[in-house]
């Protein structure tokens, strides 16, 4: 008889992308719903791994990453933002994003300390939290604009808050930090020991006349921070799952304790084909221009329904409003018009309020322009009707 669980996580169900890419599988609409291209990487990056595959470098790496990659990634860091991390004792390779923000919360967080995030958010923050043993406390960003509200944050820190998470580029708004935010939160928080997490994957996808605004770059901000990126999101290579963790040395300490005994490495032929492949910046220094392009096709296609677009100021997803379409599924509400939207008109998208945990409705859906130009122009095909 298999024996029965008393679940640790019992509200906790598949995730929205899951649900929504196997109803785009399953109606064969276009999906433009979970954040992954459709279109291969650099055959560079691919030999680069493949090379160290034949050189025998397959065998366990050091625990905090291969040195050349971790050397590469703080080079990169203090020519980008300013700030030099040393490598030995202040940059940690991990298993992607994902696995970086749980061992930071299963590092820093002791059960009873308050987490601060900011609605809508990621799906993996509020769970990770919740495996942590902390208390979740959701803060809302401006309705509309999906701007950080300073008045509120401030009114949620208390005694018993350890860390804030941030994300900038915001995944799902498209919205970026400026520099006066950063500035904000730094003299926010300097009175405080708040731990802060910067959840930066979509770094290199800020728009037009912006730049992205690293904590790594506020001195206040980089000695309290750990700052988190993706090779996944940069190179489009999001099934390899290899990301970073940027840290002072105090907080690295700590962090490595969980790392060690959670993934306790990553894939080493990757590693060294990532370090190789980077000793060229121009890839991710081209990256804002390359989706920049891919957005603004999107966007264009966009206009010529009764969609009402947000700005899309960074990050690979354009935001849309759909109280304004003349069709009577706007009123379904955003989670049932994203399933409408999938199975009769073959495009699929997600509910912004699938990001909150009140699951917030505010007639906004997301779609990813990570795709060929072909897959956009598919969509934008089928969207016309609309």
Not at 100 to 124: F, K, N, Q, R, S
Request: include cysteine; proline fraction near 7%.
């Amino acid at each position: 008889m298999t024996p029965p669980l008393i679940s640790k996580h019992p509200n906790m169900g598949t995730t929205i992308f899951s649900v929504m890419s196997a109803l785009a599988a399953e109606s064969g609409a276009v999906n433009l719903g979970q954040g992954f291209p459709d279109f291969e990487c650099d055959p560079k990056l691919v030999a680069d791994v493949s090379a160290a595959m034949h050189e025998n470098l397959n065998q366990y790496p050091p625990m905090p990453g291969v040195a050349p990659l971790r050397q590469a990634v703080a080079e990169k860091i203090n020519k980008l933002y300013g700030r030099q991390y040393d490598p030995n004792t202040e940059i940690t390779i991990t298993a992607g994003a994902t696995q970086a923000l749980l061992t930071i919360m299963l590092a820093v967080v002791h059960p009873g300390d308050e987490v601060i995030v900011l609605e809508p958010c990621y799906d993996c923050y509020v769970p990770n939290i919740d495996m942590a043993g902390g208390v979740v406390v959701r803060v809302p960003l401006t309705p509309g604009t999906f701007r950080p509200d300073f008045d509120k944050i401030q009114a949620a820190i208390s005694s018993h808050t350890r860390a804030i998470l941030i994300n900038s580029p915001h995944n799902p708004s498209g919205m970026v930090w400026r520099h006066e935010d950063m500035l904000k939160l730094q003299e926010i928080l300097a009175p405080t020991s708040i731990v802060l997490i910067s959840d930066e994957v979509y770094e290199h996808m800020v728009y037009q006349d912006l730049k992205h605004c690293s904590a790594s770059s506020y001195p206040g901000l980089a000695a309290r921070a750990f700052v988190v990126s993706s090779f996944g999101k940069t190179y489009h290579v999001t099934g390899w799952k290899v990301g970073t963790v940027a840290a002072p040395a105090s907080l690295t300490v700590e962090f490595r304790k969980v790392h060690q005994f959670n993934v306790f490495t990553v894939n080493t032929p990757v590693q060294h084909g990532l370090a190789r492949y980077m000793q060229d910046p121009s890839p991710y220094l081209n990256l804002p221009a390359f989706y920049q392009r891919k957005r603004d096709l999107f966007r264009e296609g966009l206009a010529k329904t009764q969609f009402k677009m947000l700005p899309g100021e960074g990050t690979y997803f354009q935001c849309v409003d759909i109280s304004e379409l003349n069709v009577p599924e706007k009123n379904l509400g955003e989670s049932e018009f994203c399933k409408w939207l999938t199975q009769e008109v073959g495009v699929a998208a997600i509910p912004m309020s699938a990001f909150y945990g009140n699951s917030f409705d505010q007639n906004v859906i997301r779609f990813c322009f990570a795709k060929k130009d072909e897959t956009l122009n598919a969509a934008l095909q089928r969207l016309a009707r609309l």
